[in-house]
């Protein structure tokens, strides 16, 4: 058995994404949104890149301008799926890629756990290790080696075909039209 990844995680490097598929006039509404729900203090601001994928226009991709706090990661992720009826989507994902010299580590995942009737915590797996993360308290728990593939997080149960595939990430450099979005948030 592998040693677990440390917590809180070392993504320095990693490209971060949040991904849900609603238009991005919605996620932009949500992501401007977002700070109303954030501790008025320690304030930084947060500049998002963000675009419909050119393979499938249904799914807005937010490029983290660096991994932010690992609650924020998680919780604007989860936020994206809307607090009423129209607004988001029902299937945000978060991925962060890996630079090329932690490529052995792999993509992290995650995604909300939609067994939790709560619907506050979310699912993930970063270097074989799968884990529950729970957004209140900010409580991390590993549920062992290779429980969700990456299959899981894409097509897996409870989730529906989101029809998301992870290679579009590779080449970022072939999507134009990236819309800037800033805002405030804790450091």
Same mark, same amino acid.
């Given at each position: 058995?592998?040693?677990?990844?440390? +917590? @809180?995680?070392?993504?320095?490097?990693?490209?971060?994404?949040?991904?849900?598929?609603c238009?991005v =006039?919605?996620?932009?509404?949500?992501?401007?949104?977002?700070?109303?729900?954030? &501790?008025?203090?320690?304030?930084?601001? #947060?500049?998002?890149?963000?675009?419909?994928? %050119?393979?499938?226009?249904?799914?807005? $991709?937010?490029r983290?301008?660096k991994?932010?706090? +690992?609650?924020?990661?998680?919780?604007? *992720?989860?936020? $994206?799926?809307?607090?009423?009826?129209?607004?988001?989507?029902?299937?945000?994902i978060?991925? &962060?890629?890996?630079? *090329? =010299?932690?490529?052995?580590?792999?993509?992290?995942? &995650?995604? %909300?756990?939609?067994?939790?009737?709560?619907?506050?915590s979310?699912?993930?797996?970063?270097?074989?290790?799968?884990?529950?993360?729970?957004? @209140?308290?900010?409580?991390?728990?590993?549920?062992?080696?290779?429980?969700?593939?990456?299959?899981? #997080?894409?097509?897996?149960?409870?989730?529906?075909?989101?029809?998301?595939?992870?290679?579009?990430?590779?080449?970022?450099?072939?999507?134009?039209?990236?819309?800037?979005?800033?805002?405030?948030?804790?450091?």
């Amino acid at each position: 058995m592998n040693k677990q990844p440390e +917590f @809180p995680f070392d993504l320095t490097g990693y490209t971060c994404f949040s991904m849900i598929n609603c238009p991005v =006039e919605q996620a932009i509404q949500l992501l401007e949104e977002y700070p109303n729900i954030c &501790a008025p203090e320690d304030r930084v601001p #947060f500049s998002f890149q963000i675009v419909p994928l %050119p393979e499938d226009a249904k799914w807005t $991709l937010l490029r983290w301008p660096k991994p932010g706090r +690992f609650y924020d990661l998680m919780n604007l *992720t989860m936020w $994206l799926m809307g607090y009423r009826a129209g607004l988001g989507g029902e299937n945000p994902i978060f991925v &962060a890629i890996p630079p *090329t =010299e932690r490529s052995g580590e792999g993509a992290f995942l &995650a995604r %909300p756990d939609y067994d939790n009737r709560f619907g506050d915590s979310m699912l993930g797996f970063w270097q074989n290790w799968s884990f529950n993360y729970r957004i @209140p308290g900010e409580q991390l728990s590993w549920i062992g080696e290779n429980v969700f593939p990456q299959e899981y #997080f894409f097509y897996g149960r409870g989730y529906s075909s989101t029809g998301f595939q992870l290679e579009w990430l590779n080449h970022l450099e072939r999507i134009p039209n990236w819309v800037e979005c800033s805002i405030m948030m804790e450091k």
